[in-house]
């Protein structure tokens, strides 16, 4: 079945491991408490802070105590849902200001558009919400690179290492799984995304194998011709 779409991974696919870690992590922790603490009578905030006291099974936290778990859940970099959310509205914030700059490697901004150019739908699936997800890419270092996207997906659509989620995404964007390729950096994600039945292309930017997927090291180096 020839490939119709390709659904990308964002931390160490498109973008470097560095950006999230050294940057987008770092502000989050800076920002996120004076924004929960000023914000959290704004209805999508408070909405986020009863997840977390949901989540976190303490019905009764206070602000303090939920900027606290919240911390605490980007230091062990935790993909929760509530978390990822938040993240998204603060990095708003930076971006808007021009303090944040969405890093994607030089090789992915060229293969997305030339996928683009050619045919292929393309999307998105990360951890990162899909507020997140619109930022990266819509505040680049290449420009506004939204226009190639044709739909996001985030962990609302199930974790990245379960093959229900593949399944959810598949059922959403109205493509045969195995028309899908599934782009990522982490081997228990390609695994889950094969088991749901689509093709998958690891990619492994310091070099190396994902164990039983084809791997490369540059968008550059994938042609959805050959899966
Ligand atoms: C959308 S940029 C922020 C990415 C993020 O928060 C994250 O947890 C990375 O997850 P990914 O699924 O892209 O590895
Ligand atoms: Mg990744």
Redesign the pocket.
């Known amino acids: 079945m020839p490939i119709k779409a390709i659904l990308t ?5 498109t973008s470097a ?1 560095s950006f999230v870690f050294d940057v987008l992590f770092p502000y989050a922790a800076k920002h996120l408490p004076a924004f929960v603490r000023e914000q959290a009578g704004r209805a999508d905030v408070a909405e986020q802070l009863a997840a977390v006291r949901r989540e976190s099974n303490e019905p009764d936290a206070d602000v303090e105590r939920v900027v606290e778990i919240l911390l605490g859940w980007i230091a062990e970099d935790r993909k929760a849902t509530p978390l990822k959310a938040l993240q998204g509205m603060v990095w708003e914030q930076g971006y808007q200001a021009g303090q944040l700059q969405g890093h994607v490697y030089p090789d992915a901004v060229e293969a997305l558009k030339r996928w683009h150019q050619d045919g292929f739908q393309l999307f998105v699936y ?1 951890s990162g919400s899909i507020q997140a997800q619109r930022l990266i890419f819509g505040c680049s270092v290449a420009g506004d690179l939204t226009p190639l996207f044709s739909g996001y997906f985030d962990t609302t659509s199930g974790p990245k290492r379960e093959a229900q989620s593949y399944v959810n995404i598949t059922q959403a964007i109205h493509i045969k799984a195995g028309q899908i390729l599934f782009l ?3 081997v228990e ?1 390609l695994d889950a995304a094969r088991t749901a039945g689509m093709a998958t292309c690891g990619l492994a930017r310091e070099g190396g194998e994902l164990a039983a997927h084809i791997t490369v090291d540059s968008f550059a180096r994938i042609d959805p011709a050959i899966f």
């Open positions: 991974d964002i931390e160490g696919t491991v990360s990522s950096d982490i994600e």
